[in-house]
């Protein structure tokens, strides 16, 4: 292959010209007037009026986030002083800006081509994780804030103590269903539990399961005691206890990374690069001017064609209208952190922990946020004891529970744009096009969405009676809140009274969750898709090889995933086994003749985990009309 390439290398004749002469980025703000309290309007008449030819599947959508953590009252604001880094890692994006988008429509020509569907970020997060490549996730991974989290490093905890002084004997202290934590580089000291009977020079470990600090001695790259404070040095980091490669969530810690940078600890970089530099540029840094209040000012960037398949296949056009309009998912998360500390005896009173109080999203329906770990070493371990809010919005800050700190709190973009290139053809090439394609039919895949709450045991579901050009199915299961978990409460003489409640938070808003950048790890066997009362599968899917091997590994991939070498797709076995427990059913082999035959859509299998779930259904479907290229108008 190697010697057939160089001979035919060596006879072509390589042509350098462009069919272009020109190519120009052209931006259009929002009709928002800095209003974002729900929805984001986007009209894209004057690239219409450009009188060039647009390309939207280069186009991309820019939003100014403000995301703030502030103390719960001003009273506390020496909680986060003015200048210090302990607020660096204690938050995350989920993965994909797209969780911005509860739902979106598109209008062509003043005429509807994508309707509203809600939870279209859950279904883009799947379209991305089955067809970016490596590549792709290196060269636009931070533009799109995408890096997957770690589907192995969860934990699930039945216990909640709501008595915040008392050592919570469910280990996390976090009433969830689902923990992903981050693992970060603490250089420096914080006084994180009393270590009054450590002499100085001792070391600390983790035990087991990361949870209480245990004295010992002669550890190397253990965490030690100096003047009174804990003191993490070097890249060695406390267990957060799990071993190997699931030991953390290093997707999240790489989005941290991303949008995180801090000139004031930026070990000199500051002096280079300063907030007001990084502002001028529309550079995604913290800034902070009061204490009490910490501020990180985000551009996240969102390709079009990651939001809709329209965008993808739209070919070249002029004179094309296209209006947006964008419901967006909003939030505001108050939490609480407790450090532990330790009795005379070097005992645990207290571990760690991060307590969500209360979840509020406005616009929308998930979450976009996520909290670090407040375990030793973790990400928001350097907060000291107190409540906090954490929440963002576009453009700027307009949650009444954070109104007392206004330092900073407005984007230095004021709206968002959507960005398009606008290619000017040289005349020939220009000739040849139209004459080539005076006409072009799109197709491109639309979703609907529905929605089956409380799944235990086996299952049968109708999804819907009829829905025609269907394609393919995908099912994403989310641990229910309707599970139980133990309340324990204290009484006057401080006895536990155990009592029986459910989870607190929806699992695509639990804020120590990555849902909905990717499913709940519910194993469902039994599983198969019947399409107008045939099965999809010839034998209902029993074990995990045959979920992933037979239907989610060749979705939506490059090649179908069966030429070696030339493969995309996010999506390991390992990765399924462990996390990623997506569904999915191509139904898209069907006679021509039958394509635009209305089909029912029924799925059936047994929910195997011992977790009640939620089954998000997405049933993925054709559309198509044709398009004149020169005028852009919709032709039927």
């Known amino acids: 292959m190697a010697d057939n390439l160089v001979f035919e290398e060596s006879i072509n004749t390589e042509v350098d010209r462009s069919e272009f002469t020109q190519k120009k980025w052209i931006y259009v703000n929002d009709n928002n007037n800095g209003n974002y309290t729900s929805q984001i309007v986007l009209d894209t008449t004057p690239l219409s009026n450009s009188g060039g030819w647009v390309n939207w599947s280069e186009a991309y959508i820019v939003m100014p986030l403000v995301v703030q953590l ?26 994909g800006f797209w969780n911005l988008i509860n739902s979106m429509s598109v ?14 970020n859950v279904f883009r997060s799947f379209k991305a994780l089955t067809s970016w490549s490596k590549d792709d996730l290196h060269n636009h991974g931070m533009s799109c804030g995408f890096y997957p989290d770690n589907g192995g490093s969860w934990s699930y905890c039945n216990d909640y103590h709501t008595d915040y002084a008392t050592l919570n004997l469910g280990g996390r202290g976090v009433n969830c269903g689902y923990a992903n934590n ?5 250089t420096g000291s914080s006084t994180i539990f009393n270590t009054a009977n450590v002499a100085d020079g001792q070391p600390l470990s983790i035990n087991t399961f990361g949870r209480y600090p245990v004295p010992i001695t002669g550890v190397a790259g253990e965490p030690t005691i100096n003047a009174g404070k804990v003191s993490y040095t070097g890249a060695s980091n406390p267990s957060n206890g799990f071993s190997g490669e699931y030991s953390c969530n290093d997707g ?11 000139p004031v600890n930026s070990n000199g970089q500051g002096l280079v690069n300063s907030v007001d530099n990084s502002n001028i540029v529309f550079r995604s840094c913290k800034v902070q001017s009061e204490a009490g209040s910490v501020v990180w000012k985000v551009y996240a960037k969102l390709r079009l064609k990651d939001l809709a398949d329209f965008f993808d296949k739209t070919p070249l056009l002029k004179g094309s209208t296209i209006r947006m309009l964008i419901n967006t998912n909003q939030s505001i998360i108050n939490f609480k952190v407790i450090q532990g500390s330790l009795d005379a005896t070097g005992l645990p009173t207290d571990v760690p922990k991060l307590l969500p109080n209360s979840v ?22 350097p907060l000291v004891d107190g409540v906090y809010n954490l929440s963002v ?14 330092g900073n709190n407005t984007s230095s973009l004021t709206s968002c744009r959507i960005y398009a290139p606008v290619y000017t053809m040289n005349a020939l090439a220009e000739s040849k096009y139209l004459a080539l394609a005076p006409t072009k039919k799109i197709r491109y895949k639309d979703v609907f969405q529905y929605q089956f709450s409380g799944v235990q045991g086996p299952f049968n579901f109708l999804v819907t009676n009829g829905i025609s050009n269907l394609v393919s199915v995908v099912v994403v299961p ?14 006057n003489q401080g006895a536990p009274v155990a009592s029986q409640g459910t989870l607190p938070f929806l699992s695509y808003q639990n804020p120590v969750s990555p849902s909905p950048s990717m499913p709940d790890p519910i194993m469902i066997n039994n599983f198969n898709i019947v399409v107008s009362g045939v099965n999809l599968f010839l034998n209902n899917e029993n074990y995990d090889f045959e979920a992933f091997k037979h239907q989610l590994a060749s979705s939506n991939q490059l090649n179908g995933g069966l030429t070696t070498g030339l493969t995309s797709g996010l999506i390991s076995e390992d990765m399924f086994s462990r996390g990623y427990r997506y569904y999915y059913g191509d139904c898209s082999r069907v006679l021509a003749s039958e394509e635009n035959v209305s089909r029912s859509v029924q799925i059936v299998g047994n929910n195997d985990s011992l977790l009640a779930c939620d089954l998000l259904v997405f049933c993925e479907f054709v559309r198509e009309f044709t398009v004149s290229t020169q005028t852009g108008a919709k032709l039927d």
């Open 182 to 186: 981050s693992s970060v580089s603490i």
């Open 252 to 262: 999240m810690r790489k989005r941290q990374s991303w949008f995180g940078y801090d």
């Open 360 to 381: 509020s999203v406005v616009g929308g329906l998930t979450n976009p946020l996520m909290l670090s770990s407040a375990q030793w070493g973790q990400g928001s371990s």
């Open 107 to 120: 209008e062509f020509n003043n005429q509807t081509i994508i309707q509203q569907t809600p939870f279209l």
């Open 70 to 95: 502030t103390t719960d009252t001003t009273a506390n604001s020496a909680n986060l002083p003015m200048g210090s880094s302990i607020a660096d890692y204690s938050w995350a994006f989920k993965s």
């Open 478 to 491: 989310l641990i229910s809140k309707s599970n139980p978990i133990t309340l324990v409460t204290f009484n």
């Open 393 to 406: 919005s576009i453009y700027k800050n307009t949650f009444p529970a954070q109104q007392t700190y206004t």
